[in-house]
């Protein structure tokens, strides 16, 4: 063989060589199932609560046609983190005290638009983070003892229902309550130390009701909210013009006119 075709077979390898695709071995890939936290199946004929899973942290369930909630209902379906619960516009009538046991995280429940009357004292005992109760829109009565028990609970919404007076025990076991909504009720009976264990009341809402008068009796010591809502109310009316929120010294005020007032 001479010299030009040793030449060309050395060149020849060296572009075979070149040209020759690299094996790229690709780097495995980390895959994670993203589990669900949040669920909702609204306006779906539900009749129970459908199974859930642990991770789940909200669940709406609204406008179905749920009649009521047994003992551990949701930490027998699966929840066990919830802290949102929202049953707003079915046709619930009765809840177990024990319902809502085990859900230790559980801030915020929604049963609006319901038909509840009554709800055992117990309920919400043992949620130790529950902060927001909304009961819009029931057929619920007070009666002459405590309404609910919660070391927690920070906002009550109990507007629209047929509470026709108020007693004085039944605001003794929430002693962390700062908003309590109470419009559109009957209620025009107000009985002395009524308000008094709420010492941290911020918000008082009594609009659209039959409240014809408040006096420092129903407030502990001077402790009065920082705003009472009076809109259209018998209270209200005998203003001109007409009350409406009435905040801070205006609050005092209020409460306080009931010693010189005759009308």
Do not use: W
């Given at each position: 063989?001479?010299?030009?075709?040793?030449?060309?077979?050395?060149?020849?390898?060296?572009?075979?060589?070149?040209?020759?695709?690299?094996?790229?071995?690709?780097?495995?890939?980390?895959?994670?199932?993203?589990?669900?936290?949040?669920?909702?199946?609204?306006?779906?004929?539900?009749?129970?609560?459908?199974?859930?899973?642990?991770?789940?942290?909200?669940?709406?369930?609204?406008?179905?046609?749920?009649?009521?909630?047994?003992?551990?209902?949701?930490?027998?379906?699966?929840?066990?983190?919830?802290?949102?619960?929202?049953?707003?516009?079915?046709?619930?009538?009765?809840?177990?005290?024990?319902a809502f046991r085990h859900l230790n995280y559980l801030k915020v429940v929604d049963l609006s638009g319901n038909n509840l009357t009554i709800l055992d004292v117990?309920?919400?005992?043992?949620?130790?983070?529950?902060?927001?109760?909304?009961?819009?829109?029931?057929?619920?009565?007070?009666?002459?003892?405590?309404?609910?028990?919660?070391?927690?609970?920070?906002?009550?919404?109990?507007?629209?229902?047929?509470?026709?007076?108020?007693?004085?025990?039944?605001?003794?076991?929430?002693?962390?309550?700062?908003?309590?909504?109470?419009?559109?009720?009957?209620?025009?009976?107000?009985?002395?130390?009524?308000?008094?264990?709420?010492?941290?009341?911020?918000?008082?809402?009594?609009?659209?009701?039959?409240?014809?008068?408040?006096?420092?009796?129903?407030?502990?010591?001077?402790?009065?909210?920082?705003?009472?809502?009076?809109?259209?109310?018998?209270?209200?009316?005998?203003?001109?013009?007409?009350?409406?929120?009435?905040?801070?010294?205006?609050?005092?005020?209020?409460?306080?006119?009931?010693?010189?007032?005759?009308?």
């Amino acid at each position: 063989m001479d010299f030009c075709a040793v030449l060309l077979v050395v060149t020849l390898c060296k572009v075979s060589m070149s040209t020759t695709p690299k094996l790229h071995i690709p780097e495995p890939v980390q895959t994670t199932t993203q589990l669900p936290t949040y669920l909702a199946q609204m306006g779906k004929g539900l009749t129970s609560i459908p199974k859930g899973a642990p991770s789940v942290r909200s669940v709406n369930y609204g406008y179905n046609n749920i009649f009521n909630l047994s003992a551990n209902i949701f930490s027998y379906n699966g929840f066990a983190v919830l802290d949102r619960i929202q049953l707003s516009h079915n046709q619930i009538t009765i809840i177990h005290q024990r319902a809502f046991r085990h859900l230790n995280y559980l801030k915020v429940v929604d049963l609006s638009g319901n038909n509840l009357t009554i709800l055992d004292v117990n309920t919400f005992k043992t949620n130790a983070n529950l902060e927001k109760l909304d009961l819009t829109t029931n057929k619920i009565r007070f009666r002459n003892r405590p309404f609910l028990k919660s070391a927690s609970l920070t906002t009550l919404i109990l507007s629209d229902n047929r509470i026709e007076q108020i007693f004085e025990l039944n605001f003794t076991k929430l002693p962390k309550l700062r908003n309590l909504v109470l419009n559109s009720n009957v209620m025009f009976v107000i009985a002395d130390h009524s308000f008094q264990p709420l010492t941290n009341l911020v918000y008082l809402s009594l609009a659209n009701s039959g409240v014809y008068r408040l006096s420092e009796e129903m407030f502990q010591n001077g402790s009065y909210p920082k705003i009472i809502d009076v809109t259209d109310t018998p209270l209200a009316s005998k203003f001109n013009p007409p009350l409406r929120k009435v905040k801070n010294e205006g609050v005092v005020s209020l409460i306080n006119i009931d010693k010189y007032s005759y009308f």
